[in-house]
């Protein structure tokens, strides 16, 4: 089982930047792909952004490309981290965002589809002021 801990969601007006973290502990495995999806009250959940193991390969919605980055950490065997840096926010970005784990690695046509993932977080919630 891999554990998925989400952090650094908040209040922030329009214009400005938040960084979500994501804590990855428990079993480890090689070539995992991470990914960032967000909710919004009365809407499906959406894809955000996929980084694979080695960072190599990042993938983002077309609706925060060019405003959201995506990291990871992994140096640390027992725990790696994910990151979503968020600038220019917008009202329309304001939803849970969750943080979520898949054993395969990443590659295109899977990265942006939730059921290609195996382990999620239980999300923090981000709010864009107009």
């Known amino acids: 089982q891999v554990q998925l801990v989400e952090s650094g969601g908040g209040l922030v007006q329009a214009g400005g930047s938040l960084r979500l973290s994501c804590a990855a502990s428990?079993?480890?495995?090689?070539?995992?792909?991470m990914g960032w999806f967000r909710q919004a009250p009365g809407k499906e959940r959406e894809f955000v952004a996929a980084i694979s193991y080695s960072s190599g390969n990042r993938y983002y919605a077309d609706s925060v490309k060019g405003r959201f980055t995506i990291s990871r950490d992994n140096a640390k065997n027992t725990e790696n981290m994910g990151y979503l840096q968020m600038n220019s926010l917008k009202p329309e970005d304001t939803a849970v965002y969750y943080c979520?784990?898949?054993?395969?690695?990443?590659?295109?046509?899977?990265?942006?589809?939730?059921?290609?993932?195996?382990?999620w977080g239980q999300g923090t919630q981000v709010t864009v002021s107009s």
């Open positions: 979520a784990a898949r054993q395969k690695p990443i590659f295109a046509s899977a990265a942006t589809m939730g059921a290609s993932y195996d382990y």
């Open positions: 428990g079993q480890t495995f090689s070539n995992y792909g």
